[in-house]
């Protein structure tokens, strides 16, 4: 119980000093509940000798009258430390567990993680931050309120005390041991819980899949499957749950019927008086009521613990170093050193070099799965490389850190994510300052103004989740205005491979010619046209480039890349007269 206590006030990092001043109160309150019944205590002793004077009526109403206002008091200061603080520990953590899936390599993002990193944030933390204050403020005004108790009691008839402590200790063994249980149970609910998302995930994403395929029954019978075990772990988390509570409530029962038993035969035989057996009733019934709260906040307090092991565990995977000394970029070449990168154990990159030079573009080009994309992804320290160097401007990537070389790269994905807001939010998202004039500009020059004028609200348009409402052409020339409006020096450019319209392909065509001017272009290309105006090229196979240079260099050369043109050349023919 303590630990869970001493964990709670670490975890608040700076409003650890309110916690702290919280339970205070909260001590100070459990005094001033039982002072009322040391008053009536006083009153009925009197009485018992026959000493009672109208100065003790007036001791014990002012007694009661005092403790009942200063109760309030505390409990009202209690309650003002605590409103709020759960949802100001959490606002500042959701900042920081922010921050902290920003620096992971993208590589943790997978499937099973995405639903474990869901899990935590949206059921965890919203657990905790929901009961947080109220169980620990609960388990430790109860706590002491039983402490107290049980000494008064004690005071009162040592015997009684010692059946007193006895029930105490056990039944706090006996929950003890339960609540271990429900531990485990909890980390299965957790797993279960993240298999859930994941699958609903996999669900959502895949319908256009399972749609085209008619794989409707398969897949949501996997799901169905998902929902059931769910269910069935939370059925069970439910009565695992409840077991300790039941089994403290039973036993502090029996413990009280033993007190109210032996009180009662301790007076007939006349070894207590009375007032004495009164009393301890009444503080008998002080120490089962706390112990009741204590047995039902226990259980949260456990699954409180058990989500925050997680939240720990989250936050202790391994995030790209960092180091941020301040860089001055000579220039904005790129250079691969001796670059070797594997994402599970299978080499993807093999001791790979080359050199982009800046304000030039340079085009990626090779067979399906030969590690284009890994090139470019690695320029943007989504993962770290196992052997090699990458540089820019002379500079390792390691040594930059992570804002300042985003800062300046941009990158056009084939892929084009849109958030559900309005058209100008979505372009303004690389440049949050950026005026209404700019935002125009780079439109036109994006060759998007136009078609943007044309939605129902022009540029305060919504477009639907992941940009739903757009075409795929429309899409990537947002994406292309949303780089340019960033106007880094270094783009990555993933060029779009799906077919689009001749009008839609012109377009897209002219808004990366306005892009690229004067910037360091990286591009995995796949238009003929592209391939043939780059100012490099690198012919990747199986990781490796093997061969580098200029269109008409390389075709004269008759190797690798001459057999690869004159495919793509025959494919193109064969589209063409198909
Ligand atoms: N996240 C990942 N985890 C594990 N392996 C991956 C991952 N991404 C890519 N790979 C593997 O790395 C290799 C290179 O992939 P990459 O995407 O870089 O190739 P590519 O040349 O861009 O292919 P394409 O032209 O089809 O997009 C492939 O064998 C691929 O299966």
Redesign the pocket.
């Known amino acids: 119980m303590l630990s869970i206590v001493k964990r709670m006030i670490n975890f608040s990092g700076k409003y650890g000093g309110r916690l702290k001043w919280a339970i205070f109160l909260s001590i100070l309150e459990s005094f001033t509940i039982n002072v009322p019944i040391l008053c009536i205590l006083y009153g009925l002793i009197k009485i018992n000798n026959n000493e009672l004077v109208k100065k003790d009526i007036f001791v014990v109403a002012i007694g009661i009258v005092i403790s009942v206002i200063l109760r309030a008091l505390f409990r009202r200061l209690v309650d003002g430390l605590q409103s709020g603080t759960g949802y100001n520990i959490f606002a500042d953590e959701r900042m920081k567990i922010g921050d902290y899936l920003r620096n992971l390599p993208?590589?943790y993002f997978t499937e099973g993680n995405i639903g474990y990193v869901s899990a935590v944030l949206s059921s965890d933390i919203n657990f905790i931050e929901e009961h947080g204050m109220n169980t620990l403020s609960k388990i430790v005004s109860s706590s002491i309120g039983v402490i107290i108790s049980s000494i008064m009691i004690t005071i009162l008839d040592y015997r009684i005390g010692i059946v007193v402590i006895l029930t105490t200790i056990i039944s706090f063994i006996i929950s003890n041991i339960l609540l271990k249980v429900s531990s485990e149970s909890s980390v299965q609910k957790q797993e279960v819980q993240s298999r859930l998302i994941s699958a609903v995930i996999e669900y959502v994403k895949g319908i256009p899949v399972i749609k085209a395929f008619n794989l409707e029954g398969e897949k949501s019978k996997a799901t169905h499957r998902s929902f059931k075990e769910t269910r069935d772990i939370l059925i069970k988390f439910e009565k695992v749950v409840i077991a300790p509570f039941i089994a403290m409530d039973t036993f502090i029962a029996i413990g009280t019927g033993v007190v109210i038993f032996l009180s009662s035969y301790f007076v007939i035989n006349e070894t207590m008086e009375l007032p004495t057996a009164f009393m301890i009733m009444i503080f008998i019934y002080q120490i089962f009521l706390p112990f009741r709260i204590i047995g039902g906040q226990l259980p949260l307090g456990r699954i409180m613990m058990a989500g925050l092991d997680r939240y720990e565990r989250l936050m202790e995977e391994e995030v790209l170093q960092e180091n941020n000394k301040k860089v001055q970029f000579k220039n904005f070449d790129i250079e691969f050193q001796n670059v070797s990168f594997a994402?599970?154990k299978e080499e993807?990159l093999k001791d790979i070099s080359f050199k982009a030079e800046e304000k030039s573009m340079t085009a990626l080009v090779?067979?399906?799965?030969?590690?284009?994309?890994?090139?470019v992804n690695l320029i943007a320290r989504f993962w770290d490389i196992d052997n090699g160097a990458i540089k820019i401007g002379g500079v390792d990537i390691k040594e930059i850190g992570m804002e300042n070389l985003l800062k300046n790269i941009s990158m056009v994905f084939q892929r084009v994510y849109l958030f559900n807001d309005t058209v100008l939010n979505n372009i303004k998202f690389a440049k949050p300052e950026a005026t209404m004039e700019e935002v125009i500009e780079v439109c036109k020059k994006a060759r998007c103004h136009d078609f943007i004028m044309e939605l129902e609200n022009g540029y305060n348009t919504v477009v639907g989740e992941a940009g739903s409402t757009l075409s795929g052409g429309e899409k990537q020339r947002i994406s292309i205005a949303r780089a340019m409006l960033k106007n880094a020096p270094i783009i990555l450019l993933d060029e779009a491979t799906a077919s689009v319209d001749p009008d839609n392909e012109r377009y897209i065509q002219e808004a990366i010619n306005e892009l690229v001017k004067n910037k360091t272009l990286i591009v995995?290309a796949h238009r003929l046209s592209t391939i043939k105006n780059a100012g490099k090229i690198l012919v990747?196979d199986k990781?490796q480039v093997i061969e580098e240079g200029k269109h008409s260099e390389l075709i004269n050369k008759k190797g690798n890349y001459y057999e690869f043109w004159q495919r793509r050349m025959e494919s193109r023919s064969w589209k063409i007269s198909s």
Do not use: P, R
Not at 366 to 371: D, F, I, P, R, T
């Open positions: 993208m590589g994402y599970e993807v090779g067979s399906s799965g030969c590690g284009k994309t890994t090139v995995i990747i990781g």
